[in-house]
């Protein structure tokens, strides 16, 4: 494991130890690395209302956004199963190097509606949850973001605009993707993107609409380019068990309601935010541009093959045993 830990951790496990002191009056702090207006923001404000609400105010949820804490994605796994800090909001391509079955919910064109990506989660959510059990931790629950597509200063609407593009991806499966198709693709954490657009070090970003909306992207770019729903990746909220456990049984009956209706809220909310995010593209004179062109999609599509095959290699069995489950469950 890494243990990539910021001088505010010592603090930061001395206020975990006494706030588990006393299970009756507790406060839980909750790291997130993106902004308190995106979808996942937003839901963890909603769980953090809940948790105190079905407590009665026993348990206090802190969230951090903006990586506040100093913790990027790919930091909160090893400090939430070390106890250094109580819950965090992952994004699931930081956990691919934990374990690649994380990136099934990110598979180019795997599944291509929220209720595929559903369906997928629920297929895989038993596997999630022995891997953080294995490493002293608890799935609260897991949630999705809003089809994927380009932000860039024109359309990539065509296998030409790919090539040699300066493109962030969010995890191996948008890099081994798009790099089959010609671009210079990098995967970035999302507090580097913005640092990384501003200094040319890249040219465009996969990420949904919704994340350039949270990210203020029409600051830098005027496209949107949505790609046939290439994924509707998943973040994770996990908590350390040895907190979980401090709490009392009444108080982790309610943690555990309060994320499930979350869970539920968070899915439903998809059409919602995706009306309202469009809404904002236009106020800010973003163009949305959809791709109408059969080769490109033909082209996308083998692409997304290409890294189904990389995933299956790095899985295995384990990985072949969900793809055959959901196969079977979707035809049902």
Partial sequence: MKHMFTTGVAALALTVAGAMAN???VTLNLSNEYSATSIHGVGDARFASLVAEKTGGSVEVVVHYGGAL??????HFDAVGEGALEIADTYGGALGGIDPL???SSLPFFVTTVDEAELLYKVAEPEFKKV????DQILLYASPWPPSGIWAREAKDSTAALSGLKIRTYDKNGTTALNELGAAAVRLSWADVVPSISTGAI???LTSAEGGVSGSFWEHFDTFTEIYNYA???NFVHISKDVFDGLSEEQQAAVLEAAAETRDLNWAAIPDRL????GQLAENNVTVVTSDDAAYRDALQAAGEAALKDWLESTGDRGQALIDA???AKSQ
Avoid: C, Q, R
């Fill in 102 to 104: 994380f990136l099934i």
């Fill in 326 to 328: 959901f196969n079977s």
């Fill in 132 to 135: 953080f059990e294995e490493n």
């Fill in 23 to 25: 299970a009756a009056d």
């Fill in 275 to 278: 009306n309202t995010t469009y």
């Fill in 70 to 75: 100093g913790y990027k994605s790919a930091d």
């Fill in 232 to 234: 509707i990746p998943l």
């Fill in 203 to 205: 040219d465009a970003v």
